[in-house]
């Protein structure tokens, strides 16, 4: 069973809320006074008049694109909400306009099974149409910061992080909130539409329960007052390395203050397994997907890999960061010969110049990988560049000179290094030690390239293997070679990777919780990780159907559960399932002392199987 961090289930209810994502959202700078009180019918007829003249102009000036131009979206719902105030008007039944106000709830609970006793709390917005993210922030820490709370369920800490729960597929996706991230009443011409009720909730990150490890941070940082926040700019979670232990790895990252990272991608399969990742932890998790120059050989340059890689990105573009890893590597071509050699190198070319070719129709950053090859790399890029003198590159795991950095630099102002903790290691490093104060502090970007490269300052005992949890490490040697502040040199390379991986600037706390747990890697990783590994599953049982009976399933939170029915049994059930979540039809079968066929059971009739339980 895999460690999770405690948190705080919301849920708002009383009126039907959305959740806008980043690239939709609405500057809320000024509260809308006139909603709070109804206006005289004829000034409601001059602000309509006025507002729809503004909407007609806005739209004028944006062209085609108009639906995705936030000051016109606050416009129109603007207008509309205007609308609400006059039945004539609006045209909306009184029924359904539903109450001027907004109500979050949430529950503290430790213990995800036991929901229902679980005690809640909640909080009115009266007259108000939509809520920020600071504002339910602030509304929940004010109200766990009350001494009496305290004093019943501890000091919870600061909010760490807080995601919003989209429950509308499976599996769920969790939204990390900006401060300015809206909730708000969904409005659809020609008013509010309030005939539907949903629940919505959010899941809580306090700074007091966290999978925070001494080990994980530098000794210095240790020793103040807040974590820095960082942004890895290069992180392998495709690996099988992390096929076991993935969300506890996710989990100590963001405790270590790794609040958003970019999951870079080889192939096809990988450039899926990364944004299947980013479209579960929207805003924390950004897939880079490409096919890898070492790579090449077993993705075939051809249509169908083409059409492949080419629909990943343009049906998926909100949750991708950049086009790669891509490039050139002429260390690890195993060639026969010199003719074979030359093939290989034409392969990569092709794939690299198509995925540049991707990175412009779709206005994406590159993250470029070159070994071995730093010419033939540069003289790509620059035909490209003569081209296209907009695009971005990130030079992935930059390791080279000064002079080819210095060529880099030249090639165009929108280029970017990512420095991991090769520099910590003393053999391969210390040239890079002294390359790495020539970067511009605002080219440089931090990536832990884990599972690989761990950080060799990491105290002893060093683990096998790296995490992005371990990135604080990286960013202090750093630090330290730039004779400048951790806090600095986060602060630099976090805001750096937001603006080139157009990343929102999500709620995130880093203060520590105190202590710290002395564990070091090993620990840790035998308390956490082994325990997320799964367990063989028993061997199936088999079950002879009684004369006369059935088997009703009915699926709780995703594992289903079958229930040994007579036919009257059946109808009851049958009857109550349209009208009952699957949770109370299970009370309901309690009640009825309904028997449940146990676990890992196949359900037969003489050699035939009915149901597999």
């Avoid at 004093?151 to 300015?180: C, M, R, V, W």
């Avoid at 080139?500 to 747990?517: E, H, N, Q, T, W």
Wanted: hydrophobic letters at 35%; aromatic letters at 8%.
């Amino acid at each position: 069973m895999e460690t999770e961090q405690s948190h705080v289930q919301i849920s708002c209810t009383g009126v039907f809320l959305v959740f806008l994502p980043t690239y939709m959202q609405c500057s809320v700078e000024d509260n809308i006074d006139f909603l709070t009180q109804k206006p005289d019918r004829e000034a409601l007829k001059e602000q309509l008049t006025n507002q729809g003249n503004v909407i007609r102009e806005l739209k004028t000036k944006a062209g085609e694109g108009w639906q995705k131009d936030d000051n016109i979206l606050r416009a129109v719902w603007k207008h509309l909400a205007l609308k609400t105030h006059d039945e004539d008007l609006g045209q909306v039944p009184l029924e359904q306009r539903g109450p001027r106000s907004i109500k979050i709830r949430w529950r503290l609970t430790n213990d995800k099974r036991d929901k229902r006793n679980a005690i809640r709390f909640q909080n009115v917005f009266h007259n108000r149409f939509y809520l920020t993210g600071g504002e339910i922030v602030n509304a929940i820490q004010s109200h766990m910061g009350k001494s009496k709370l305290k004093e019943t369920y501890g000091d919870q800490g600061g909010i760490l992080k807080i995601e919003f729960i989209d429950k509308s597929e499976k599996p769920h996706t969790y939204i990390a909130i900006a401060e300015n991230s809206l909730i708000r009443i969904p409005l659809s011409f020609p008013g509010p539409m309030l005939d539907f009720k949903g629940i919505f909730e959010f899941r809580v990150y306090f700074q007091g329960q966290t999978h925070l490890y001494h080990s994980m941070i530098p000794a210095q940082v240790n020793q103040s007052t807040e974590i820095p926040r960082l942004f890895d700019a290069g992180v392998n979670l495709f690996s099988s390395e992390f096929s076991d232990c993935l969300p506890n790895v996710i989990s100590r990252a963001r405790s270590s203050g790794v609040a958003q990272m970019a999951c870079i991608s080889v192939d096809i399969k990988t450039s899926e397994h990364s944004l299947k990742l980013a479209q579960k932890h929207v805003n924390s998790l950004f897939a880079i997907i490409g096919i890898h120059p070492t790579e090449v050989a077993n993705v075939h340059f051809n249509d169908e890999n083409k059409q492949k890689l080419s629909s990943l990105i343009t049906n998926n573009k909100k949750y991708i960061a950049a086009i790669g890893e891509c490039g050139l590597d002429l260390e690890k071509i195993q060639a026969k010969d010199n003719e074979d050699l030359e093939a290989q190198k034409e392969k990569q070319k092709e794939w690299f110049t198509y995925q540049l070719q991707l990175a412009h129709l779709n206005s994406l950053p590159v993250l470029v990988h070159s070994r071995g090859c730093h010419s033939e790399t540069l003289a790509i890029l620059r035909d490209y560049v003569t081209i296209h003198p907009e695009a971005v590159f990130v030079i992935n795991c930059f390791t080279g000179n000064v002079n080819e950095l210095k060529e880099y630099l030249d090639l165009s102002p929108h280029i970017y290094f990512v420095i991991t903790g090769i520099i910590t290691n003393d053999a391969r490093g210390s040239d890079l030690r002294e390359v790495v104060k020539k970067i511009p502090l605002d080219k440089l970007l931090l990536g832990s390239d884990a599972p690989h490269l761990t950080p060799y300052n990491i105290p002893i005992p060093k683990p096998q293997r790296n995490e992005p949890g371990f990135l604080q490490h990286t960013c202090q040697f750093i630090a330290s070679c730039l004779n400048k502040s951790h806090h600095q040199v986060a602060t630099a390379t976090t805001h750096n990777a937001m603006k080139v991986f157009y990343a929102p600037d999500i709620i995130y706390s880093g203060r520590l919780a105190s202590p710290v747990p002395a564990l070091d890697y090993t620990q840790f990783q035998k308390l956490e990780d082994a325990s997320a590994k799964p367990k063989s599953l028993p061997k199936l049982k088999k079950m002879e159907l009684p004369e006369g009976m059935d088997v009703f399933p009915i699926e709780v939170n995703g594992k289903k559960v079958c229930l040994l029915v007579s036919p009257k049994e059946k109808s009851i059930l049958s009857k109550q399932q349209g009208q009952k979540t699957a949770a109370q039809l299970l009370d309901l079968a309690e009640v009825m002392e309904i028997p449940q066929v146990p676990d890992n059971t196949q359900v037969v009739k003489g050699d035939t199987l009915l149901f597999d339980c």
